[in-house]
């Protein structure tokens, strides 16, 4: 607590250099990390919905969330390849 107080107060701070725009807190890496986060919170919430309110044991949940992984595989599988043969790829 007490080097922090000093980086402040001496203004050590001023001689970093500062982020580059590539890890910058609006940049499409930070906002793509920031929403790969966002969807794991999700799926944790819903890992525990199913198991802790549900009753569903936890072989189950991982099973419902396999199978939802391999079905949402297959539908942009399938996009992929209907806008591939529209646009001739």
Known sequence: KAAFINFISDEEWKSIEPVSSW?????????SMSA??????????????????????????????????LFLGMVLGLVSEVLGA???F
């Open 86 to 88: 529209d646009w001739g």
């Open 36 to 69: 790969l986060f966002k969807l794991s919170m999700w799926i944790r919430h819903a890992h525990g919905y199913l198991t802790e309110n549900l009753g569903i044991p936890v072989w189950g949940s991982y099973a419902v969330f396999g199978l939802a992984t």
């Open 23 to 31: 890890f910058g807190p609006s940049s499409f890496l930070m906002s």
